[in-house]
């Protein structure tokens, strides 16, 4: 591809970017499609009236982008939670890091690869992109010492910066942790495998295990049944509630009749939930060929329940086996009822899956990779000759079709991965989609760049990276030709994705045929969507990860690169202001992934470097970037020797203070109070609820809040600390202009 | 090699395996040798007197055989503890899977190797040992389902002996526990990366931490002292004992005055440990300079110093490091003062210095590999010619001689792992035993097989395996050639370093030297010699990994394999039951690299069986053994998710189960008085062990019982439970019948 070519491709998705936030601006506007872009709980509060007409409505504005660059952290931290802070944090990371990458990069690499001797130079506009790249520095040239320069200063600013976001993210996460006080997930704790005996019930055993071995700090515990379908149970449920007394239990059967549920039924649980309790189960064996063998456990502190989650509990390690509960908005439920003897079994089937799934996806990019080698295309399918005479065809072939149709195929990624994910079993739908990014991640590194890069050397001689050996030579090779794809893959696939996350056109055509086809009144509740951290994250560390081994190869990527991040930390500022609404935490677990992915980037791109140097027959610089390539992998390993374990474990120290200010302050014993009715399975399901699932209006199921919603019931979320605060009308209004 | 060859060789190695059990025979029989052939304490219990002669001493006899043999599992747990029991069934439990692969292989594979038409049948004695080798199968033939079926049989054998294995040794394990009530360590943790502060000393840090935080189970605490040298120390002892009155700590020189130290100044100490402590500090300020960052933390119960040292203490990870302590004697005193954060830098550069000498070993190996292609050695030094002309010459030189170099060679390497191992920084002796072991088990793996394996190709055809899709092509070639040499190697290294293990040659010239030429008239005390497990295991486990690999290829290995199994029962049950004094433990942590090493084995030989079917074209038994491979890596998981995390931790339940059985009889209060005087840093030693020391009778200094021996003062080991119990002077006499 030349000059033109990528102009035109960059012309097309400049375009197309404006038109899109252009469009953006405006659609924002329209009371119509407040449910759309300012959220579910936005949308409620508005939705009466004043649907008054006004020219500034429909002339585009660039408003949104200043609101979204005034937000502080302090906002996004409300609004979104620690997560949300944490993605953009990883984008911003990544802003500066390719920031210093470019300021080193454009004034002082590229020109040397331009004026580098290999090739010869052509009229500018029609000059082959590849003279950019480092493969157009002659052999043995002594200009590969600024490239090794080069790649010192950007590993070690990268790392420089990783270090000190990753502290300051360390301080987040447990400021969050002490911010979050009145989390009933740090007084519960998840055991699972409970050992099944004759003589008592599941209930009985752990009720009987925990008054022995955990008297002091034993609280109360709750059992897990086996899910089955919500509405068998539900009718199980107004079964009990016929059998007991009806009277007492009148505004029972919004909750769910098996755990503490609803809030205005917990002053009845909790003044006696043990006779409740024992009563049901007498009153109803049948319950007790539903309970599996998990339960959440109480505890009377925050350090009694993280020393019983993290001991071994039983000399037989599959039995009584125990894990910090998450946030009772993060249980995924379905996957508790799951035996714990199958969670290794299943680890193991998804892990083949995932990357039989990797493999056979190299089909549909060796397809992509044909459509840059058009002779041989033509070659093969000569009825193409006809349309490849365009000069304008051949430019929008090579430059835009290829990453269009792997953006495509892309699509179908992260809900595949996502399945995965959850037939693995995490107990938590956090972890599911921490699991999925992490998933997401290694395939597009894997088919974007390994299979991409290796499959140009398939069409071209049928040959795979045949021995450990030579690899890196063939990497050497392979990656910096190309430059130019992935050059097009950011601007279609990064700027374009942007494009379409702020339009939101799935949301958008949903809301117009809820509204303008099916006429119907009523707002479309599209069940408050949750961030995609599962495809965001993976995307934004694959274009980093391009980035790191572009940046040297061929630096003309970098500018391109800057303008997606720049563009996405706008972008997901104004979606996690306006748009997503944050129901669980992981608590910046996902900032780890940021840390391995950029430590491997750094590290592949050291490798190729040194494969270049070593092809361009400068010895000395390949060899002084090996002590990069080592002091590289020793910061990642003190970095996860000084920072990591705080991710995996909480802090005894911390939980234990946050443990004494509560009982001194006497809190302690309204958090107990409020314990039991925390966590509920089976939860009343609002019709407009299950409408919108049925319409298909979620993007994924679960992010459908099966709990009463806040609205109708203020108290079911009783002990949440920093999360999601819905703005007023007022500040609606405010927002929309 | 042919027939004749090798009956050679293990003609040599029956004779040299007869002379030297009958000379052990007679040697044990002499009262000189007692203290070489009977362990520490039994000599000193039967030096005085009774050295009468008779004819019977000089008489080789078989009755220590039958002794050994008759040994039950209570004896071997009661002399050498639960790590020599596990020592003794990973021998078992190897000679049982090659039994059952004997009568597999023997009767039904060897035929059809010998019968298969690859190769011409010359005159038996002539008969080249590659014609009992599966090379000699035709291509295509249908036999290879008889290789493929026996293989099924081996691994399916192999892993329901393991499975029953590793649980009676799980079982074992938790007996051990709960036996092993007295033992201190369950109630001490080790903190380390204390953070020190200009205002308190650590000493004061760890105690106001452990009361601000653990106030409930925090009994008392002992600092690490900075070692230097021991004397040192031991002058700034006597320097405090001066300072405080010489009455009350009369009998507290033997001791070291840091610590609580000896069990007779216990009394004194435990009334008042903190006031003695205290007015220590304050005499001599100079101490403070000397804590390292590292304090022994004593606790109320054990399952609160399980719960301590489980858990993470601090938010900065790097700081208040909690361990279960090790036992007192188990203590690796000189680690504890290396600074935390040297740890990870130590481990890394370890494991760096470990692959560059195993890279570097391979010079030796492929000299040794030279002698075995004579017609290349003589090529390049001519000189050879006239050696090499006798035909008991080549076959000595073959037959022999390669693996005794080899042998010499791989001597160096136990010590230079242990001392890597050393470096590395782990806090107990069982733990850098455990670490050296797994150490040189890789080291040998790799240099005695696949080096070899691989080096007989450097010499052939330069060409080391240059892609990972060949190798196991490469493998299948390679392997079944190289059969004769390690049918030789189990003969030379396995039986000889029996023999040589139960003469003890070293042992017995230093007691010579003692006796005879520096005519000293005590016994040379050579500090009571603990089990060298990280020679012996790896050792054993090699065997079994030859076995596996070439149970299929050339079965002729298998009957010596037996013979070499079966002798090593015999001999490891006498060594430990007479010569090895056991002073600390691992709790059968050496079972797990017996699993790992087992699984291994299989996978490996599960590889090159299909990389063998398949280049002799027989697709259908290749194809029929992969999923063999999956299910031994499914049994292999499975195993670790059940029976690994019991030797990672220990189960809280079975903790509470003792603390509770202690509570109730009341012998609470008595562990506790005794736990502040169990660890004791510096201790008097006495100048017989020095001597020893200096003399260098002791194969490992640090085996060396620094601490009171227990003859001079009986409490100073005052909570061990099954641990070494000497047998009376009646009971030696009987043993040495």
Known sequence: MDIAGLLTSAGINIGLCLVLLSLYSVLRKQPSNACVYFGQRLAQLQSKGRDHFSFDRFVPSPRWIVKAWEASEEEILAC???????????????????????????????????????????????????????????????????????????????????????????????????????????????????????????????????????????????????????????????????????????????????????????????????????????????????????????????????????????????????????????VYWKNLSIPYRQLWVRRIATLLASIGFMILFIVPVTFVQGLLHLEQLQRRFPFLRGVLKSKFMVRLITGYLPSVVLMLFLYAVPPTMMMFSTIEGPISRSCRKKSASVKVLYFLIWNVFFVYVSSAKVLERLGLFSSPKDMTAQLATAVPGQATFFMTYVLTSGWASLASEIMQPYGLLCNFVYKYILRKKDEPSNGTLSFPYHTEIPRVLLFGFLGFTYSLMAPLILPFLLVYFFLASLVYRNQILNVYVTKYESGGQFWPIMHNTTIFSLVLTQVIAIGVFGLKRSTVAAAFTVPLIIFTLLFNEYCRQRFHPVFKDNAAQVLMEMDRKDEQCGSMEAIHKQLPSAYCQFAYTPNILRKAVSLNLCKDEDDVSICIPEDTNPGSKPAQGNDSRGPSSMEIEELKK
């Not at 002659?138 to 990783?162: D, N, Q, R, T």
């Not at 502290?167 to 007084?187: A, C, D, Q, W």
């Not at 007492?248 to 059967?253: A, D, I, K, V």
């Not at 319950?287 to 009694?304: G, I, Q, S, W």
């Open 80 to 330: 979104g939670g620690l997560d949300a802070a944490v993605f953009l944090r990883i984008v911003v990371c990544s802003r500066r890091i390719f920031s210093i990458a470019a300021v080193i990069c454009i004034p002082f690499v590229l020109p040397l690869n331009y004026f580098g001797k290999e090739m010869r130079h052509r009229h500018i506009p029609s000059e082959s992109l590849d003279v950019f790249t480092i493969g157009n520095v002659k052999e043995g040239s002594k200009w590969f010492w600024a490239h090794c320069l080069a790649l010192y200063v950007i590993s070690c600013s990268a790392c420089v910066l990783l270090y000190f976001e990753y502290k300051n993210i360390t301080k987040m996460r447990l400021e969050h942790i002490v911010g979050s006080s009145l989390n009933p997930s740090y007084f519960t704790i998840l055991v699972r495998a409970i050992p099944s005996s004759a003589e008592e019930s599941c209930s009985d055993s752990v009720k009987n295990f925990f008054t022995r071995y955990h008297a002091s700090s034993y609280l109360s515990h709750q059992m897990v049944y086996r899910s089955g379908t919500v509405q068998k149970l539900m009718d199980d449920a107004s079964k009990i509630i016929k059998c007991t007394s009806t009277e007492q239990f009148g505004s029972y059967l919004k909750g769910c009749g098996l755990c503490g549920g609803a809030a205005h039924s917990f002053k009845v649980l909790s003044s006696e939930p043990e006779s409740v309790r024992s009563r049901n189960e007498m009153v109803n064996p049948e319950l007790r060929d539903k309970e599996c063998a998990a339960a959440l456990v109480f505890f009377k502190t925050r350090y009694a329940a993280l020393v019983a989650s993290q001991v071994l509990q039983s000399a037989n390690p599959m039995s009584w086996v125990t894990d910090l509960a998450p946030e009772p908005h993060d």
